[in-house]
């Protein structure tokens, strides 16, 4: 039996260390991603002093960027466009903008007369002035309506009408950013903090940058301007450096993120803001690993295989059979296998010890990566080496015959070794519990492409009864219609004289419950007189349930779970339920009381109440009448001689 290991647990890598690369949907890794600019920009620029800016995306895809320098507020309308300025009064240094969801208003932070000026989103004039400020600089507005203002160094928090609420304690900050469940604090020494809308601060960590320009929060990823140098630089949501956006270089004065126009970048200088690609390029390097991994079954003297599934090229694999220092690179106890070879057979002789540590080395050139789907380490694999004369399987030193022979024959495993686990797992494909596809599965059985697992699993056994009252229940049922299913033919029985002591109590109603039988072809002597007797052409053999054969009805009361679709959703059912050559009526069974056919209170039967009451000048559906009990009627409510009036 082969024992083996997969490290992708849950297509979560648990256990393992990560640097360098980002973990897909699918469980997969590959490098992590970087922004990337369409065209190598460089834009002319002291970046050193580029002064704090603003930039945002409305909701209709304008994008509105400030320049400090001109005193002016300008737009462009989505990709495309020159920018045309925006008056709203005397502009006074218009630094940071921030969009208020509450108030659909664009918040514009007016540093030279210390005020933020609301304009309307739609109209673009202005509809409030926010007083009492020193010198605002940097905006951000949260979901529910609070507004944090960078003013003259400090973080001052509001309401949504420009009241004080509060503030963030510390050093100088120099811009602000809000983010899932707080907002960013980029303070002028580098350094970020998290805090919610109470001023608590949750988390902080260094950037390590001298001049911290800008700040935007964007997915799970943190973009700061490195005003030193001139570059965009990348950070996981924990402090930890992704890299810089590739093909920018320039001043960057503010950050916005949008889904459908992607980074951009205002420079400060009043151009047109930059537009970055979120994903366009990857970094240059990444590692994996982790480990220890044992034979479960405590063997040291068999061989390991070790399979990487690796799409693309790029990667390197390593193991080694000690506690490594740090990850593949960095520790020479790492063995690196030649690039790009995703398998290694490791025997006892080339690999001592019952423990063994897996890693692997990621390389691009920053546009595209390997991707990384899943590791196996099988402890103890009989391998091809088996099929073989014994002799090839001699034992022997290290690099002998035999070790060859098993390194040599692992190649081919490897290859081949996927194609027969593809084979083992074909029953799994048509598993409804554990197919990777259920949808398929649903389209060879006639269901909707959204069908659960469990549809499916019980589709098998809903095939067998189709066509037949119970199968018809059970899929109006899964239609969520409470239905009775009635066939004529099963309530119709013989005529028949009552017998017995209870004959007295059975009524026998002709046409209702009971049928009369066949009628016998007449024969001379036996149903016929001579010249007392007409033959004709009636069908005399006619079924007595000939008439109500291949009918059936589907009554649907109006209960609780009734609704104005149901009788039409009961009706595509049936139609594609029912066998073809069968006759269907759907009834909506209403409310009402017939005593000995419908009077199951509750359920098919109501009783009225008093009259509802009526407003003022509303007749109601019965004209107006006094309130209170009715008055009594001779030979309606009362009787003479046993009512009192």
Not at 15 to 32: E, I, K, P, V, Y
Not at 175 to 203: E, F, K, N
Not at 428 to 443: E, H, I, N, Y
């Amino acid at each position: 039996m082969r024992e083996y290991r997969y490290l992708n647990v849950e297509g979560r890598w648990r256990g393992m260390h990560l640097s360098g690369l980002d973990l897909g949907a699918d469980g997969s890794l590959r490098l992590a991603s970087l922004p990337l600019a369409p065209e190598v920009t460089v834009i002319p620029g002291d970046a050193a002093r580029t002064a704090p800016a603003g930039i945002v995306v409305l909701p209709d895809g304008d994008v509105l960027f400030t320049d400090p320098e001109r005193n002016r507020l300008l737009c462009v309308r989505g990709r495309e466009g020159a920018p045309y300025p925006l008056v709203y009064g005397t502009p006074r240094t218009p630094r940071g903008l921030a969009y208020h969801p509450a108030r659909r208003a664009v918040l514009v932070a007016d540093a030279g007369s210390g005020r933020i000026v609301l304009l309307d989103a739609r109209t673009r004039q202005v509809s409030e002035v926010w007083e009492r400020f020193a010198a605002p600089v940097s905006l951000a507005a949260g979901p529910a309506g609070a507004v944090a203002v960078v003013d003259d160094g400090r973080v001052r928090l509001l309401d949504q009408w420009g009241r004080e609420a509060g503030r963030v304690d510390g050093p100088a900050a120099t811009a602000v950013a809000a983010a899932p469940g707080g907002l960013l604090v980029l303070r002028a020494s580098g350094l970020v903090q998290s805090a919610d809308w109470t001023g608590a601060i949750t988390s902080e960590w260094d950037t390590g940058l001298a001049r911290a320009t800008a700040l935007c929060f964007t997915g799970h990823r943190v973009l700061v301007g490195d005003g030193e140098r001139g570059l965009l630089a990348v950070y996981e949501d924990d402090g930890r450096l992704v890299g810089t956006a590739a093909g920018f270089r320039g001043p960057v004065a503010a950050i916005a993120a949008d889904d459908r126009l992607g980074i951009l970048l205002n420079t400060g200088a009043g151009e047109p803001p930059a537009r970055l690609t979120p994903a366009g390029a990857c970094r240059t390097s990444g590692s994996l690993w982790g480990g220890p991994y044992r034979d479960p079954l405590g063997r040291r003297d068999r061989p390991r295989l070790v399979r990487a599934h690796v799409a693309g090229t790029g990667y390197t694999l390593h193991v080694t059979g000690s506690p490594p220092a740090g990850p593949p690179g960095t520790d020479p106890a790492w063995t690196a296998l030649p690039p790009d070879t995703g398998h290694t057979l490791l025997t006892a002789s080339s690999l001592p010890g019952p423990d063994l540590w897996v890693g692997v080395s990621f390389s691009s050139t920053g546009t595209a990566g390997p991707v990384l789907s899943q590791i196996r380490v099988d402890f103890g694999p009989e391998g091809y080496l088996r099929h073989l004369p014994a002799v090839y399987g001699e034992p022997g030193a290290a690099g002998g015959p035999a070790d060859f022979m098993a390194r040599w024959l692992a190649v081919f495993e490897s290859t081949f070794g996927d194609l027969h686990e593809e084979i083992e797992d074909l029953p799994a494909l048509f598993d409804p519990s554990a197919s990777p596809d259920p949808g398929r599965l649903a389209g060879w059985l006639g269901l909707e492409a959204g069908a659960g697992r469990e549809a499916i699993r019980d589709a098998f056994a809903a095939h067998a009864r189709r066509g037949t009252p119970g199968g018809l229940r059970a899929a109006l049922e899964a239609a969520g219609a409470d239905a009775v299913v009635e066939e004529s033919a099963r309530s119709c029985g013989w005529w028949s004289l009552p017998e017995g002591p209870e004959a007295g109590a059975l009524v026998q109603r002709l046409g209702v419950g009971t049928v009369l039988g066949a009628i016998e072809p007449p024969v001379l002597g036996r149903g016929a007189t001579l010249d007392a007797s007409v033959l004709g052409s009636a069908p005399y053999r006619m079924p007595p349930t000939a008439e109500t054969a291949h009918r059936f009805t589907v009554r649907v009361r109006r209960g609780p779970g009734f609704h104005d679709g149901l009788p039409g959703r009961v009706r595509a059912v049936v139609e594609r339920e029912k066998p073809a050559h069968t006759a269907a009526h759907v009834c909506v069974v209403e409310p009402r009381m017939r005593v000995g056919v419908q009077a199951i209170l509750g359920v098919d039967t109501v009783l009225g109440g008093p009259r509802a009451a009526t407003a003022l000048g509303d007749l109601g559906p019965g004209g107006l009448v006094l309130g209170g009990e009715p008055p009594p009627r001779l030979g309606g409510t009362s009787v003479a001689g046993h009512a009192q009036i």
